[in-house]
């Protein structure tokens, strides 16, 4: 029996999505970021944990203070650079990473989204257990976990018109970000920007299946 192929609204969805870093002045409606939420924390998750935690950053003041840390980062990286060799092609990139994480400031929506301190997981119970050596696993465990949950996220977002883009850049200039935020149950993995687009960006290059698969 042959099965065909059908495209599907999820498939098209997937396909027109892009990281949005132009955004109308407009709020999106609570109900459709409450939908977003919903999305995320029916992400699969290790022994159902569900240890994601998306945090809405709507404080000017605390916004401000990450607006400062972005800059002070960046000035220390370029006080840094100054003797080396590759100077210039490492403030091309400190530039080229700063305004990619600067723009988030401007979003009508900034989430920081991360994973509770307290969990703890298999390998981490190995490795407290004295069964294992050292506890490599754990962070990965989490990353993967983060990483489902804002999958659903941001296709809920496409779905609804809204605008998203995913940051990991702002964390290497601003290493202190949960102190600045004053939390101390979370490890921030990322930050999260949304809103109506306003822009049209063109699908970025891609590689074809032969070049991410394999068969052994």
Known sequence: MKHKLKASSLEDIINKRRSIRKYKPDMPPEEWINSMLHCALMAPSPSNSQPVRFIKISSAGKREKLYQALNSGKQEFMRAIQSKEEAKKLKSLINTYYRFSEFMFKAPILFAAGTITPYKSFSKRMFEGGIIGHDKQE??????????????????????????????????FIPNVEEILGINDVRIKCFITAGFPDEKP???????ISEIFSEI
């Open 202 to 208: 063109d699908m970025p290059p891609r590689k074809s």
């Open 139 to 172: 962070e990965t465990t989490l990353d993967i976990t983060v990483g489902l949950a804002l999958k659903g996220f941001i296709l809920k977002g496409e779905e609804l018109g809204l605008g998203t883009c995913i940051l990991t850049g702002p964390l290497v």
